[in-house]
């Protein structure tokens, strides 16, 4: 029976652990924090956002086809396979921070046996299986990849949320440092995934593939906005227009946003340009500069429309980076919560999926009780994540509400301008405030 090592228990990598078990082979998850190590082997999930995971791990810990360590030289010591997604960590000025992926990685040399097969699904910059993690495995093993064991990269393209769903829904993609590589990983994926496995030519090819979805989406959503924006002032219905053109199928139009969240979009497309000679990737660098550039361009609009934000009292619903998440990577809620509040405003800032004392790094007062809220009144509503919490929200009960600025386009216009509020959202805006109530 094939052993493997999953190295990274996050939200991709027991979902991933739990998978293989069901398969019927033999999973250590390795993480190095104890508590995590602790909750698995007592068969709970300390992930709380994905359906099924709760089930697949106590089922998978019961059947004794999954366990977890913090030695992670000794769980590699006695696998076949490795599959390692520890994330690469960013910071907020987008520099990469290989540290805990390079700690691993020599973890993982040190229990390192020949013939092994390791894959990373942590995604990377183009070349960093071979000419980073590559010789960081040799140094710590002493074993050559692509000559004593293999060495392949296969991007996660999974969504938080729909792991198991995306698991079977789509392509494992897979790239070997040499063609045996490849061959080993496809065959192990084959027998751990419903999907189809497509193997490229090479890791770098891999690499680029995660990266090159990605940027798609950024960059689209970039265009989205700058079609939205210059459709704004031309009397063009800007929703009709882009679902109009969506309605050719080679037009695949993203929804103007706020801006772009997330460990994935607004990140990966660094990837690409850390390494870009002068005069490359000139539209991946002008897609980000263009969203992320959208949260000034819509609260500049709010601003216009309620007369100036000082001592506004004004609503942002949602903190999460998108709806229906627990998440803050790279969240628009940030930049808005801040510019409102050097604005003078006061802000609220309210999100359902986030207990008390989890959002205190914002600049707002986090409410949790929106009929208080609405009693009391606010001027203005930002809606950053339109969570499903929110989605029979009535306008019409927030006293003095003049304007709601939709950052997701998710809202029904017609339903706040019924409640006597003005609706704005990128490319939509009104021409004057609507009055107080």
Same mark, same amino acid.
């Given at each position: 029976?094939?052993?493997?090592?999953?190295?990274?228990?996050?939200?991709?990598?027991?979902?991933?652990?739990?998978?293989?078990?069901?398969?019927?082979?033999?999973?250590?998850?390795?993480?190095?924090?104890?508590? /995590?190590?602790?909750?698995?082997?007592?068969?709970?999930?300390?992930?709380?956002?994905?359906?099924?995971?709760?089930?697949?791990?106590?089922?998978?810990?019961?059947?004794?086809?999954?366990?977890?360590?913090?030695?992670? &030289?000794?769980? /590699?010591?006695?696998? +076949?396979? /490795?599959?390692?997604?520890?994330?690469?960590?960013?910071? $907020?000025?987008?520099?990469?921070?290989?540290?805990?992926?390079?700690?691993?990685?020599?973890?993982?040399?040190?229990?390192?046996?020949?013939?092994?097969?390791?894959?990373?699904? &942590?995604?990377?910059?183009?070349?960093?299986?071979?000419?980073?993690?590559? $010789?960081?495995?040799?140094?710590?093993?002493?074993?050559?990849?692509?000559?004593?064991?293999?060495?392949?990269?296969?991007?996660?393209?999974?969504?938080?949320?729909?792991?198991? #769903?995306?698991?079977?829904?789509?392509?494992?993609?897979?790239?070997?440092?040499?063609?045996?590589? &490849?061959?080993?990983?496809?065959?192990?994926?084959?027998?751990?995934? @419903?999907?189809?496995? !497509?193997?490229?030519?090479?890791?770098? &090819?891999?690499?680029?593939?995660?990266?090159?979805?990605?940027?798609?989406? @950024?960059?689209?959503?970039?265009?989205?906005?700058?079609?939205?924006?210059?459709?704004?002032?031309? @009397?063009?219905?800007?929703?009709?227009?882009?679902?109009?053109?969506?309605?050719?199928? =080679?037009?695949?139009?993203?929804?103007?946003?706020?801006?772009?969240?997330?460990?994935?979009?607004? /990140?990966?497309?660094?990837?690409?340009?850390?390494?870009?000679?002068?005069?490359?990737?000139?539209?991946?660098? +002008?897609?980000?500069?263009?969203?992320?550039?959208?949260?000034?361009?819509?609260?500049?609009?709010?601003?216009?429309?309620?007369?100036?934000?000082?001592?506004? *009292?004004?609503?942002?619903?949602?903190?999460?980076?998108?709806?229906?998440?627990?998440?803050?990577?790279?969240?628009?809620? =940030?930049?808005?919560?801040?510019?409102?509040?050097?604005?003078?405003?006061?802000?609220?800032?309210?999100?359902?999926?986030?207990?008390?004392?989890?959002?205190?790094?914002?600049?707002?007062?986090?409410?949790?009780?929106? +009929?208080?809220? #609405?009693?009391?009144?606010? +001027?203005?509503?930002?809606?950053?994540? !339109?969570?499903?919490?929110?989605?029979?929200?009535?306008?019409?009960?927030?006293?003095?509400?003049?304007?709601?600025?939709?950052?997701?386009?998710?809202?029904? $216009?017609?339903?706040?301008?019924? #409640?006597?509020?003005?609706?704005?959202?990128?490319?939509?805006?009104?021409? *004057?405030?609507?009055?107080?109530?």
């Amino acid at each position: 029976m094939t052993t493997i090592s999953v190295v990274g228990l996050g939200k991709i990598g027991l979902p991933l652990a739990a998978q293989f078990a069901s398969k019927g082979m033999t999973v250590i998850g390795c993480d190095t924090l104890p508590d /995590v190590v602790t909750s698995v082997n007592a068969g709970r999930s300390h992930i709380r956002e994905e359906d099924g995971l709760d089930e697949a791990v106590a089922s998978a810990v019961a059947a004794g086809r999954l366990s977890a360590t913090t030695d992670t &030289t000794d769980a /590699v010591k006695r696998s +076949d396979v /490795v599959v390692v997604i520890v994330p690469l960590m960013v910071g $907020p000025d987008r520099a990469m921070d290989y540290r805990n992926l390079d700690a691993a990685t020599r973890s993982i040399g040190r229990g390192l046996r020949p013939g092994t097969l390791v894959i990373y699904e &942590t995604t990377l910059p183009v070349g960093t299986t071979r000419r980073r993690l590559g $010789p960081m495995l040799q140094e710590a093993s002493g074993l050559e990849p692509g000559t004593r064991f293999h060495l392949a990269f296969s991007p996660e393209r999974l969504y938080a949320g729909r792991i198991f #769903a995306d698991l079977r829904k789509y392509p494992k993609i897979v790239g070997g440092v040499d063609a045996a590589s &490849t061959e080993a990983a496809v065959a192990f994926y084959r027998s751990v995934l @419903d999907a189809e496995v !497509w193997p490229v030519e090479n890791t770098e &090819t891999a690499e680029f593939a995660k990266l090159a979805e990605t940027t798609y989406r @950024d960059v689209n959503i970039a265009l989205a906005n700058q079609l939205a924006l210059y459709a704004s002032s031309r @009397d063009v219905n800007v929703s009709e227009a882009f679902r109009a053109a969506n309605s050719q199928p =080679f037009s695949h139009i993203h929804r103007p946003s706020l801006g772009v969240g997330g460990h994935c979009i607004p /990140v990966y497309p660094h990837f690409l340009l850390g390494d870009a000679a002068d005069g490359e990737l000139s539209l991946v660098r +002008d897609g980000r500069t263009t969203n992320d550039a959208m949260a000034k361009v819509g609260l500049r609009e709010l601003e216009r429309l309620l007369g100036g934000l000082r001592s506004r *009292r004004i609503l942002v619903l949602g903190a999460s980076y998108r709806e229906n998440v627990k998440e803050l990577a790279f969240s628009t809620a =940030f930049p808005v919560v801040d510019m409102l509040h050097k604005a003078g405003a006061e802000v609220l800032l309210a999100d359902p999926h986030f207990a008390d004392g989890e959002l205190q790094a914002f600049e707002a007062e986090v409410v949790d009780d929106l +009929d208080r809220v #609405a009693s009391k009144g606010v +001027d203005a509503i930002v809606v950053q994540a !339109w969570h499903e919490e929110f989605r029979d929200l009535d306008w019409g009960r927030f006293g003095g509400l003049k304007v709601v600025l939709d950052g997701r386009g998710a809202v029904d $216009p017609e339903a706040v301008r019924q #409640a006597g509020a003005s609706y704005i959202a990128i490319g939509i805006s009104e021409t *004057r405030a609507a009055s107080p109530k």
